[in-house]
Protein backbone atom coordinates (compact mmCIF):
# COMPACT_ATOMS: atom_id res chain seq x y z
CA UNK A 1 0.00 0.00 0.00
CA UNK A 2 0.98 3.98 -0.54
CA UNK A 3 -0.20 6.99 0.93
CA UNK A 4 0.36 10.16 -1.35
CA UNK A 5 0.64 13.61 0.94
CA UNK A 6 0.34 16.43 -0.73
CA UNK A 7 0.85 19.90 1.25
CA UNK A 8 2.35 23.54 0.08
CA UNK A 9 -0.49 25.43 -1.38
CA UNK A 10 -2.52 28.65 -0.17
CA UNK A 11 -3.32 32.11 -0.93
CA UNK A 12 -0.42 33.89 -2.23
CA UNK A 13 -0.39 37.81 -3.61
CA UNK A 14 0.13 37.77 -7.96
CA UNK A 15 4.20 38.01 -8.32
CA UNK A 16 4.40 35.84 -5.08
CA UNK A 17 5.73 31.79 -4.50
CA UNK A 18 4.82 28.67 -3.04
CA UNK A 19 6.52 25.72 -3.10
CA UNK A 20 4.14 22.69 -3.10
CA UNK A 21 5.30 18.97 -1.73
CA UNK A 22 3.77 15.37 -2.66
CA UNK A 23 5.46 12.99 -0.10
CA UNK A 24 4.73 9.20 -0.98
CA UNK A 25 4.66 6.49 1.60
CA UNK A 26 4.67 2.55 1.80
CA UNK A 27 5.65 -0.06 -0.12
CA UNK A 28 7.93 1.50 -2.71
CA UNK A 29 10.59 0.60 -4.88
CA UNK A 30 11.13 3.81 -7.43
CA UNK A 31 9.03 6.34 -8.52
CA UNK A 32 9.03 5.93 -11.94
CA UNK A 33 7.27 9.03 -13.13
CA UNK A 34 5.53 12.05 -11.30
CA UNK A 35 3.86 14.66 -12.65
CA UNK A 36 2.16 17.74 -11.06
CA UNK A 37 -1.32 18.41 -12.62
CA UNK A 38 -4.09 21.18 -12.05
CA UNK A 39 -7.65 21.86 -12.52
CA UNK A 40 -9.64 25.16 -12.09
CA UNK A 41 -13.24 25.25 -11.75
CA UNK A 42 -15.43 24.58 -14.74
CA UNK A 43 -11.84 22.98 -16.74
CA UNK A 44 -9.82 20.04 -17.46
CA UNK A 45 -7.75 18.66 -15.49
CA UNK A 46 -4.33 19.67 -17.42
CA UNK A 47 -0.44 18.48 -16.66
CA UNK A 48 1.50 20.99 -15.50
CA UNK A 49 5.22 19.34 -15.39
CA UNK A 50 6.47 15.92 -15.32
CA UNK A 51 9.63 13.90 -14.27
CA UNK A 52 10.84 10.79 -15.54
CA UNK A 53 12.97 8.63 -13.66
CA UNK A 54 16.16 8.20 -14.87
CA UNK A 55 15.99 11.16 -17.62
CA UNK A 56 17.71 14.38 -17.22
CA UNK A 57 14.40 16.22 -19.02
CA UNK A 58 11.57 17.00 -17.64
CA UNK A 59 8.32 18.37 -19.43
CA UNK A 60 6.52 21.56 -18.32
CA UNK A 61 3.45 23.08 -20.31
CA UNK A 62 3.86 26.55 -21.93
CA UNK A 63 2.31 28.42 -19.02
CA UNK A 64 4.62 26.98 -16.50
CA UNK A 65 8.16 27.34 -18.55
CA UNK A 66 10.48 29.31 -16.67
CA UNK A 67 8.34 30.26 -14.12
CA UNK A 68 7.44 26.39 -12.28
CA UNK A 69 10.18 23.75 -11.21
CA UNK A 70 9.74 19.96 -10.48
CA UNK A 71 11.88 18.20 -8.43
CA UNK A 72 12.16 15.53 -6.24
CA UNK A 73 14.14 13.63 -3.71
CA UNK A 74 14.50 10.27 -4.12
CA UNK A 75 15.72 9.57 -0.78
CA UNK A 76 12.42 10.84 0.98
CA UNK A 77 9.93 9.72 -1.66
CA UNK A 78 8.88 13.31 -2.58
CA UNK A 79 8.60 15.27 -5.59
CA UNK A 80 7.89 19.01 -5.60
CA UNK A 81 7.10 22.06 -7.56
CA UNK A 82 8.56 25.28 -7.05
CA UNK A 83 6.00 27.86 -8.14
CA UNK A 84 7.43 31.51 -8.87
CA UNK A 85 5.97 34.85 -10.46
CA UNK A 86 2.35 33.55 -9.41
CA UNK A 87 -0.45 34.43 -11.25
CA UNK A 88 -4.15 34.85 -11.20
CA UNK A 89 -5.08 32.48 -13.89
CA UNK A 90 -2.85 30.02 -11.89
CA UNK A 91 -5.16 29.12 -9.55
CA UNK A 92 -6.08 26.03 -9.16
CA UNK A 93 -6.46 22.47 -7.51
CA UNK A 94 -3.13 20.90 -7.87
CA UNK A 95 -2.75 17.57 -7.94
CA UNK A 96 0.55 15.00 -7.93
CA UNK A 97 0.54 11.51 -9.89
CA UNK A 98 2.93 8.89 -9.23
CA UNK A 99 3.74 5.95 -11.06
CA UNK A 100 5.21 3.57 -8.69
CA UNK A 101 7.15 -0.07 -8.67
CA UNK A 102 6.40 -1.51 -5.02
CA UNK A 103 8.15 -3.74 -3.15
CA UNK A 104 6.32 -6.35 -4.90
CA UNK A 105 7.44 -5.09 -8.58
CA UNK A 106 4.16 -4.60 -9.37
CA UNK A 107 3.20 -0.46 -11.16
CA UNK A 108 0.59 0.89 -9.65
CA UNK A 109 -0.60 4.66 -10.52
CA UNK A 110 -1.35 7.34 -7.69
CA UNK A 111 -3.19 10.43 -7.05
CA UNK A 112 -2.43 12.68 -4.18
CA UNK A 113 -5.55 14.59 -2.55
CA UNK A 114 -5.32 17.97 -4.44
CA UNK A 115 -4.13 20.94 -2.78
CA UNK A 116 -5.74 24.37 -3.15
CA UNK A 117 -3.98 27.34 -4.99
CA UNK A 118 -5.16 30.73 -5.06
CA UNK A 119 -3.31 33.80 -6.55
CA UNK A 120 -5.16 36.91 -5.46
CA UNK A 121 -4.42 40.72 -4.28
Known amino acids: QVQLVESGGGLVQPGGSLRLSCAASGSIFSIMFAGWYRQAPGKQRELVASIISGTNTNYYADFAKGRFTISRDNAKNTVYLQMNSLKPEDTALYYC??????????????WGQGTQVTVSS
Open 97 to 110: YLNIRTLGSVVRQY
